[in-house]
Structure formats: structure tokens, C-alpha cells
């Protein structure tokens, strides 16, 4: 595995199977990760050939290749989000270098576009834009943008309306409407959808996973575990967690706190528990990779993030409610989108620590009311989120986008730039 690797048969001669690069930048391996390796392995057994460029993290090239992917490219290069908080000068330096790394990728890209013979381009998160949007426009191939989370300061939404205008995407792709509301009078693509977060169902199956997490040493047989996934990052809220914890302490004094996660805030929060005397109730696991065990491990997820963060559809709700796990959330982003509240979990608003708590503690002392909840969290996974059903959508998008970008330039004058709306969103064309 090196930034030289270019895997797997060379272009073949005469047509072939729709060739899509997909560009999925991940510094560490998270749920935008997580839905990346999904859409590689399922899009090739829907009939679609995928060149996947990950990097820099290489967390990323493990759990493809797990998945039986060894066929992509890895770039040491390829842009990230810094880890951590950093100085003024520490920013500045990173923003020189992440420039220096975008130069260095054109050409890779475009030389693999070219070798590989690809037919779109398909960019997740905002750092896969920056780096493909331009190598799709010198390959002139169509470029699809894929949003899992919103715009959240000037900065980013003056950046995406600048981007869009040198090298705007033929179409965008947002897993709820609570990330395209915003994007698409950024974007104003040509053509809209929403496509859900896909979860692999037989992978996030209670009845076939072991709670391994039950084990860890110093942790009471039958305690209640209450789990957070996420990286822990400003936007997730942890500071209203410490606070719900601590009156946890006295409702539930039992109750324990699981994260799994990893992130360059992390030892800022684990102090932050220490400082308030929560240690010994609450444990940072770091990153997980076998996240169904956690989720088995739990009775309840809780997600408390940000009114103002980037929360869309968060695959750790979707995964948790799979595993037949309640939810306790903030009704921020797309969540409402989601779990209905008095169904799959309940929702809070964002800084109601209170009610955060009351919820908790009304979950963890009703062991039927939990069953019940979990029940219906995974009947609706099963219902609108599965794996299969959600990449076959993708391929008809992947397919309705390559045709219209043919249809496009055979025509005189060309498709007017704007976004197409909800109906043809909920119902994308194959």
C-alpha cells in the first residue's frame, strides 16, 4: 500500500460497467468512514467498478480490505481536518501544507482517472470536493458531491460557494434534508437528492453479536451501560454529557458511561470527566473497530451534540437503532429525521441537561419500555436504511447522473444550473 499503488487490471479494452473514482478522505474512521467502505463493497455488486483514493489515515485501508476491497489508492496526501486544536500559527502552517498537499494530488488523481479509464467522479466531505472537484473537470467527467454534515461558520460557506463556482458538481447527494437545506444555495447544483446512510444489517444484527464491552475489568456485572459514539469533537456535545452524567450519579449510581471514539480533543474531555470527579463512571475506549460489540454492550446510546454543529443523519443513531438499542439525542440536524421521538428513543433539546437525564434514567429502569424502543428502531432500519436497498438507489443516481451529463453536452444551450427538488430527490431515476 503506497501513493503509487494503483491496484487491479489496467483500463479494458472496449465498453465496460459504469467506472466511478470514489474520493473519501479519512484522517481517522468514523461513521463517514464507515458509510465510504459500505458504498465501495455494495456498489460493485450492483454492477458499478470502483477506484477508491483514501488516505491519509490508513485505519481506512484495513477495514476495506477486511471487506475483501484490495483494489484502491492510498495518498498520504490526500487533505484532512487537523486532529486537534491548534495555535494561530499552528493554523497557518496547516493551511500552507494542506495547500501544498492539494497541488500534489491533481495530477495523481488525473493520472489515475485517466489509467483507470473512470466515468464519474464521486467526492464525500467537504476535503473530498476541494481534492476531486477540480480533477473531475480537467478528466471531464461528471462530479458527484456527497454531504453528510452542515456548513457551520462564514468561513466554510463563503469556501463552498467559491468551489462550486470554479468547479461546480453536476450534482449533490446529501444523506437528510437537513444537510441539503442549507447546501444547495451554496452548491446550486444541477440536480438534487437525498440518499439515506446505508447500515449493513447482518453486520449491526443483535441476535449474532457478542457485548464483549460488558467484560472490561472494573465494570459490575449487570451494571447499566449507557454508550456514546463519536469522535469526541467540540460539535458532539460532551460538556452537556459530563453535566447529564453527574446527575446520573445521583439517580443512578450505578450507571456507566461508554465512548468509543477517537479523536485530538479526546484528552481534553477525559480531563474534563477527571476534573469533575466522573472518572470512575465514565471510560474512554478510544477507536473501536468491532462498534457492533459496543453498541451490544449498551442499553441505551446517547448523543447529546450542538444545536449549531455539523449533525445530519449520524450513522451511529442508525447503527445503535439496528443493534435494537434506544436512543436518547439532542433534536438538532437531521436527527427529527430519524427517531421519532416516543418510538425508536427520545429527543431533547440541545441544552436540557434535565431532560437528557429524566430520559436516561426512564430508559434504564424500564427494561420493556427498552425493548419495545429497540424493537422499533431496527424495524425501521430494516424498512429505509438497509445497505442493499440504499446503494441500489445510489446506482440509479450514479446512472441518472452519467446520462444527464451525456444528454448535457450534446445539447445547445445547456441544462440550466439549478438544483432539482424533492420529488425527483425522494425518487431518483435509474
Avoid at 460493485?44 to 485505519?59: C, I, K, N
Avoid at 450534446?410 to 444550473?417: M, Q, S, V, Y
Amino acid at each position: 500500500m503506497n501513493a503509487d499503488r494503483w491496484g487491479g487490471p489496467a483500463a479494458r479494452a472496449g465498453r465496460r460497467r459504469l467506472r466511478v473514482m470514489y474520493v473519501q478522505p479519512a484522517e481517522g474512521f468514523g461513521g463517514a468512514e464507515r458509510q465510504g467502505v459500505l458504498h465501495i463493497r455494495r456498489l460493485a455488486e450492483h454492477g458499478v467498478d470502483v477506484v477508491p483514493v483514501v488516505g491519509p489515515g490508513e485505519t481506512i485501508c484495513r477495514a476495506l480490505e477486511r471487506e475483501g476491497v484490495t483494489d484502491y489508492y492510498f495518498d498520504k496526501d490526500l487533505l484532512h481536518e487537523a486532529d486537534g486544536p491548534l495555535s494561530f500559527f499552528g493554523e497557518l502552517r496547516d493551511k500552507a501544507a494542506a495547500f501544498r498537499d492539494w497541488l500534489r494530488m491533481q495530477d495523481r488523481l488525473v493520472r489515475l482517472g485517466r489509467v483507470r479509464e473512470v466515468d464519474l467522479v464521486f467526492a464525500s466531505r467537504a476535503f473530498g470536493w476541494v481534492v476531486a472537484s477540480p480533477a473531475a473537470h480537467r478528466l471531464g467527467v461528471p462530479l458527484v458531491w456527497r454531504g453528510g454534515s452542515r456548513p457551520t461558520s462564514l468561513g466554510e460557506r463563503l469556501g463552498l460557494r467559491a468551489l462550486s463556482r470554479l468547479w461546480p458538481p453536476d450534482a449533490l447527494i446529501a444523506n437528510c434534508e437537513a444537510v441539503r437545506t442549507p447546501l444547495l444555495p451554496l452548491v446550486r447544483p444541477r440536480v438534487s437528492y437525498i440518499l439515506p446512510n446505508g447500515v449493513d444489517v447482518d453486520r449491526f444484527d443483535p441476535a449474532r453479536v457478542d457485548g464483549r464491552f460488558r467484560r472490561l475489568p472494573g465494570l459490575a456485572p449487570g451494571a447499566p451501560i449507557i454508550g456514546f459514539s463519536g469522535r469526541p469533537a467540540p460539535e458532539k456535545g460532551l460538556e452537556l454529557l459530563a453535566a447529564v452524567a453527574g446527575r446520573l450519579a445521583h439517580d443512578v449510581p450505578d450507571a456507566r458511561l461508554l465512548l468509543a471514539g477517537e479523536f485530538g480533543y479526546r484528552s481534553r474531555y477525559e480531563d474534563l470527566f477527571r476534573r469533575l470527579g466522573l472518572a470512575r463512571r465514565a471510560t474512554f475506549l478510544g477507536h473501536v473497530e468491532d462498534v457492533e460489540s459496543f453498541y451490544a454492550s449498551c442499553d441505551v446510546i446517547v448523543l447529546p451534540s450542538r444545536e449549531h454543529s455539523i449533525e445530519g443523519s449520524p450513522n451511529a443513531v442508525l447503527e445503535a437503532m439496528a443493534m435494537e438499542r434506544p436512543i436518547v439525542a439532542t433534536r438538532v440536524g437531521g436527527l427529527p429525521e430519524v427517531v421519532t421521538d416516543g418510538r425508536e428513543g427520545y429527543l431533547v433539546p440541545w441544552d436540557d441537561a434535565p431532560g437528557i437525564a429524566a430520559a436516561l434514567v426512564r430508559l434504564l429502569q424500564a427494561p420493556e419500555l427498552r425493548r419495545r424502543m429497540g424493537a422499533a428502531g431496527r424495524a425501521a432500519v430494516l424498512a429505509r436504511y438497509s445497505d442493499r436497498t440504499v446503494v441500489q438507489r445510489l446506482v440509479g443516481v450514479l446512472h441518472a447522473v452519467s446520462v444527464r451529463s451525456l444528454d448535457a453536452r450534446r445539447r445547445t444551450p445547456a441544462l440550466p444550473a439549478r438544483p432539482v427538488h424533492q420529488a425527483e430527490a425522494a425518487h431518483p431515476a435509474g
